[in-house]
């Protein structure tokens, strides 16, 4: 039903920014809870941050709260990921997804619909 393909990562210094976007093929792009999650070598996908179908609700990891902002931009079939003072730790590749719930978007089994992922690396 969906397509997703991130964009926007890269390689940071450690308190710089990036902004990830997730473009989305698809007309029923508005009908799915958005998701970001990351994923370094040898660990479980984590959940980052997630925005509910209209974008009226998020929800954040406590680990980046205060410094990530979802968005989206449904007339763009876009998703955001603003990520503000950026750590060495947040080094990992970062995926957005989307599901057909508005319920438990922080959970990785929520999800349908997975992008390939986009590399984010801070330096120290």
């Known amino acids: 039903q969906v397509q997703l393909v991130e964009s926007g990562g890269g390689l940071v210094q450690a308190g710089g920014s990036l902004r990830l976007s997730c473009a989305a093929s698809?007309?029923?792009?508005?009908?799915?809870?958005m998701g970001w999650f990351r994923q370094t070598p040898g660990k479980d996908r984590e959940f980052v941050a997630a925005i509910s179908r209209s974008g009226g609700s998020t929800y954040y990891a406590y680990f980046v709260k205060g410094r990530f902002t979802i968005s989206r931009d449904n007339a763009k079939n876009t998703v955001y990921l603003q990520m503000n003072n950026l750590k060495p730790e947040d080094t990992a590749v970062y995926y957005c997804?989307?599901?057909?719930?508005?319920?438990?978007?922080?959970?990785?089994?929520?999800?349908?619909?997975w992008g390939q992922g986009t590399q984010v690396t801070v330096s120290s």
């Open positions: 698809g007309r029923t792009f508005s009908s799915y809870a």
């Open positions: 997804a989307g599901a057909q719930t508005n319920l438990d978007i922080n959970l990785l089994s929520s999800y349908n619909y």
